[in-house]
Nanobody, 123 residues
């Protein structure tokens, strides 16, 4: 499975961005698709994930109510809609995939990774 993340950029606080994670190279029907982020000097942290089959989702408390994860079965793409962005959301965002449960929030659990896309939120 190959993952290609895109959509990062520079946005002012309060603004919005949508990240995309295109999948290829195999079916991800039985996978959990997850967004992590890593700010400078910090560990990679869980943001949100979605079970491809069924669409069940989970979110980190820090993004609940502001971020929305979704997937497009036709385009084989996962999206992360980020609204009401804050400077503390600044990070490199990575998509990851694995045959895991929604409770899998540690980066080490994931086998497949996209290359990361930088999100910078200015105050």
């Amino acid at each position: 499975v190959q993952l290609q993340a895109s959509g990062g950029g520079l946005v002012q606080a309060g603004g919005s961005l949508r990240l995309s994670c295109a999948t290829s190279g195999g079916a991800v029907t039985n996978y959990v698709m997850t967004w992590f982020r890593q700010a400078p000097g910090k560990e990679r942290e869980f943001v949100t994930n979605i079970r491809w089959s069924g669409g069940t989702t989970s979110y980190a408390d820090s993004v609940k109510g502001r971020f929305t994860i979704s997937r497009d079965n036709v385009k084989n793409t996962v999206y992360l809609q980020m609204n009401s962005l804050k400077p503390e959301d600044t990070a490199v965002y990575y998509c990851a995939a694995g045959r895991l449960s929604l409770g899998s929030v540690r980066a080490a659990q994931y086998d497949y990774w996209g290359q990361g896309t930088l999100v910078t939120v200015s105050s």
